[in-house]
Structure formats: C-alpha cells, structure tokens
C-alpha cells in the first residue's frame, strides 16, 4: 500500500519524527488546522463550482439558442 510512493514504515517515520520535533500537543494542533483548511478549501470549490453552473444555467435560458451552439464548460 504506497501512498505517493511512500510505505507505511516510511509514513511511520515520518511521523514520529514530527513527534520528537513538535511535540505531540504542537503536531495535533497543526493536524487540526490543516484538517480545517483543506474543509475551507473544498467548501469554496464547491461553491464556486455551483455558481459557475448557475451562470451557465442563467446564460443558457437566457439565449436556447447561442447556448445550443457554446461548448458548455467542464467544471468539475
């Protein structure tokens, strides 16, 4: 089981090494704001990608006949 060409006694070391060097407080604490972060981010793609295709939506009723013709965008 590789994850990004990395084993698991690899990913081990890694970590424990984080636990030495952080401390167990320091590396739960920048776990939780990377955990937030990455919720912040996929929240605003999608809601992004949700607005992209309300415009498309709006754009399409608005003109049936230019929409037809327009390669719509891929936005996912």
Do not use: H
């Not at 167990?24 to 992209?52: D, F, H, I, V």
């Not at 295709?53 to 936005?75: F, I, R, S, T, Y």
């Amino acid at each position: 089981m590789d994850f990004f060409g990395i084993g698991p006694l690899e990913i081990l070391l890694v970590i424990l090494i984080g636990f030495l060097v952080f401390g167990p407080r320091k590396l739960y604490e920048m776990s939780k704001n990377a955990g937030r972060a990455m919720r912040e981010l996929n929240r605003n793609t999608q809601e992004l990608s949700a607005r992209l295709q309300n415009e498309l939506d709006e754009k399409a009723v608005e003109k049936p006949d230019q929409a037809k013709k327009e390669k719509p965008l891929d936005v996912s």
